[in-house]
C-alpha cells in the first residue's frame, strides 16, 4: 500500500499545475536509487520487484517514457553499467514489464515498448546464470 501510495505522490507532485518536480528532477532522483540498487537489495531481496512496480505505474501515467527509464536502468548501477551487469536490470526491466501488461494488457504493453525502442536483449547480464523475469519477454 505505501508503494501505491509513493507512486501516487510521484505522478501528483509532477502533474501539479505548479510543476512541483520536474521530469529532470525526477529522473535524477531514480538514478540515485538504481545507483544505491544491489546493495539494497541485499537488505531487502524484492527490492528490484518493487522498483520494477514503481516505474511501471510511473511509465503507465505517462510521468517518464519507458525509453528513458529504461536508459537509466541499462547505464546505471554503483558504477556505470553495474546494474545490469549483476542481473538488476533485468530484474527491474522485467518487473516493469509484468506490472505493466497485469494492469494494462498485452495491447498497451505493446504500445509501451513500440514506442520505447529499447532492445529487450540488451538489459541481459553478459553473464547470466540464473533465469529473470525479463526471459519471459524475451522469448515472446
Do not use: H, W, Y
Not at 538504481?34 to 546493495?39: G, I, P, S
Not at 509484468?98 to 532492445?119: A, M, P, Q, Y
Amino acid at each position: 500500500m505505501e508503494r501505491d501510495l509513493l507512486a501516487k505522490l510521484i505522478i501528483n507532485l509532477c502533474n501539479s499545475r505548479d510543476c512541483l518536480l520536474s521530469r529532470a528532477q525526477l529522473l535524477q532522483g531514480f538514478e540515485s536509487v538504481v545507483a544505491l540498487l544491489e546493495d539494497a537489495v541485499n537488505d531487502a531481496p524484492r527490492a528490484a520487484e518493487f522498483l520494477g512496480r514503481l516505474f511501471a505505474i510511473i511509465i503507465m501515467e505517462k510521468v517518464v517514457p519507458l525509453r528513458d527509464l529504461g536508459r537509466l536502468i541499462l547505464e546505471g548501477g554503483e558504477e556505470p553499467g553495474r546494474a545490469r551487469e549483476v542481473g538488476l536490470a533485468a530484474e527491474v526491466l522485467g518487473c516493469i514489464l509484468e506490472t505493466i501488461r497485469s494492469k494494462g494488457g498485452d495491447s498497451v504493453l505493446s504500445d509501451i515498448l513500440g514506442s520505447s525502442n529499447l532492445r529487450l536483449e540488451d538489459f541481459r547480464p553478459p553473464q547470466q546464470i540464473k533465469s529473470n523475469k525479463l526471459d519471459a519477454f524475451l522469448q515472446s
